[in-house]
């Protein structure tokens, strides 16, 4: 088998023309770039033999496309030529020949199914218009990618880093990283090896060059396993299908998983942009949370496990215009899951946003009720829910249906409903909106008092008059206010009974009656006293 020892650049590669067409090494033949050597191939690249380097020396391509051949092999200085640090591998789009060839294309020849191929040991990027994975081959970097500028761009691919270990990944921001695509299929960035030990291991993606959303996971797992990740644009009802939603969400979905399912702790970390965010999601953006795609559903917290914070999946700057959250799954991920972040007010496919609910006391034996809503998602119709002073549970008692087309909406909706309500003592009414799906979402609670019948006379007076006080049940307290909001004087009130005020100066007050001990407002009536 011949060797060749490049020790200098014009062994291999002259400033001629015709080296600038192009380089080719055939099966069966060897080169070695030592250490500390720096070599450049200023042309294409067809690779069927071996490529051997040692530690800290560089190879720079400045052609447009490098292939390897299924009989290539990029080895390093260690025994089996895989397990050692091997040398830089440096894509540069500034060919000093043609000056910017535009982006270079990468045939690797390795296949993630089969972990089968060749594998760099090293690989720096530094082409402002990126470097793309060529069709049918995937790329796989055993120790370091570094980003010096520009991106990769899987083109449907994967990219693999690390060799039974995760290796590193440097020099990733916002300018410089991964490009996933922005479709629901499509390649992965794959981290071998992850284990407790390895930490935080960083996936630095993004769906296009402006849109940077990295990910990042702890595993707790002593045993090391191959971990990969993908983002694409959108969130849909069932992960990969269904109704697009793009006011609740951060508008990015992240597809993660590793190869073998334990039940080992698995901390996930999500970064995405702030323009991404929906309008109410970014509203409430501080009480947003990583959901994940589970029993058909996006699940939901009832409280945060962490507070989301400005994105640091970066080696550069924190990025004050990108969020970050964080959680933990206690009994690991399955082999292939998916994730986004939706806000604890909104919940993710609320049926209903509730703009306001009011009930009250018409009469004596009527409550009403209004409420309006502000967008609806596949909602199916409202539930009516009552609560009697005494009783522990609310119980339905009427169904109202959604006012809208098919259950969506993004317009203001008005409800009415009139409750036959003869009750003599407080009553508790809440609305429940119910998609079609049975997912649910609750107004706020709101009470309403027994009727309270209150007559004053005569009103307007001279500062002399009487107050009846009938049907309520409880203790109350009258409270006389100026309109400064003063507390002129108090009466305690027990039952039906009659209070003859007196000497009250000139001036316009309200009558306001506090339920006993609780403190409640039940009432209020306004009183005018003219000259006396």
């Not at 591998?89 to 191929?117: D, R």
């Not at 409280?303 to 215009?321: D, F, H, Q």
């Not at 009487?466 to 203790?475: A, L």
């Amino acid at each position: 088998m011949k060797k060749h020892i490049l020790t200098i650049l014009s062994f291999l590669i002259t400033w001629s023309v015709a080296a600038q067409q192009g380089a080719y090494i055939p099966p069966n033949s060897n080169i070695w770039i030592f250490n500390g050597r720096t070599v450049a191939f200023y042309g294409n690249m067809v690779n069927e033999g071996t490529i051997g380097s040692n530690p800290n020396s560089v190879l720079n391509f400045f052609g447009k496309s490098w292939k390897n051949t299924a009989t290539a092999r990029l080895l390093d200085e260690s025994v089996d030529g895989y397990s050692g640090k091997g040398g830089l591998f440096k894509f540069s789009g500034n060919n000093p020949l043609n000056l910017n060839l535009g982006a270079q294309t990468i045939y690797c020849g390795f296949n993630v199914s089969s972990k089968v191929g060749p594998s760099f040991p090293n690989f720096d990027v530094d082409n402002k218009l990126g470097v793309v994975l060529d069709d049918l081959s995937d790329l796989k970097i055993r120790n370091n990618l570094n980003f010096t500028t520009g991106f990769i761009f899987l083109n449907g691919w994967n990219l693999v880093v690390g060799h039974k270990q995760p290796g590193t990944i440097t020099g990733y921001n916002d300018k410089a990283f991964v490009v996933t695509g922005g479709s629901i299929a499509g390649g992965a960035v794959y981290r071998e090896g992850v284990n407790k030990a390895a930490g935080r291991v960083v996936f630095p993606m993004g769906t296009n060059i402006n849109n940077y959303s990295p990910a990042a996971v702890e595993y707790a797992a002593i045993e090391a396993d191959d971990f990969h990740a993908r983002v694409y644009d959108s969130v849909y009802q069932y992960a990969i299908n269904g109704i697009i939603n793009k006011l609740e969400y951060a508008n990015k979905t992240w597809n993660i998983g590793h190869a073998k399912k334990t039940n080992d702790d698995v901390t996930v970390i999500l970064q995405h942009m702030d323009k991404d965010e929906g309008k109410s999601y970014s509203e409430f953006r501080s009480l947003s949370f990583i959901t994940r795609f589970m029993n058909n559903a996006w699940d939901f917290l009832s409280a945060l496990e962490t507070n989301p914070v400005a994105g640091t999946l970066t080696t550069g700057p924190t990025l004050t215009n990108s969020t970050m959250h964080q959680r933990t799954f206690k009994g690991g991920l399955n082999i292939n899951e998916f994730f986004t972040k939706t806000s604890f007010i909104a919940g993710p496919y609320s049926p209903a946003i509730f703009m306001y609910f009011n009930a009250y006391r018409f009469s004596a034996y009527l409550a009403k009720l209004e409420w309006a809503t502000t967008r609806e998602v596949n909602n199916d119709h409202f539930e009516i829910e009552r609560r009697f002073e005494h009783d522990t549970v609310f119980k339905v008692i009427a169904n109202v249906p959604s006012a809208t087309v098919n259950g969506n909406s993004e317009i203001k909706r008005d409800y009415f409903y009139d409750d036959p309500n003869d009750y003599d003592g407080w009553t508790y009414y809440r609305i429940k909106a119910v998609s079609k799906n049975n997912r649910i979402a609750y107004s706020e609670t709101r009470a309403v008092p027994p009727l309270l019948k209150v007559e004053v006379w005569p009103n307007p007076n001279n500062g002399q008059f009487q107050v009846s006080v009938k049907g309520e049940n409880t203790n109350l307290e009258m409270r006389i206010v100026n309109i400064l909001g003063q507390v002129v004087r108090t009466y305690a009130i027990s039952g039906t009974s009659t209070i003859r005020v007196n000497d009250i100066a000139r001036g316009m007050y309200v009558l306001a009656f506090y339920e006993r001990p609780s403190g409640r407002l039940v009432r209020t009536v306004k009183v005018i006293v003219i000259d006396r």
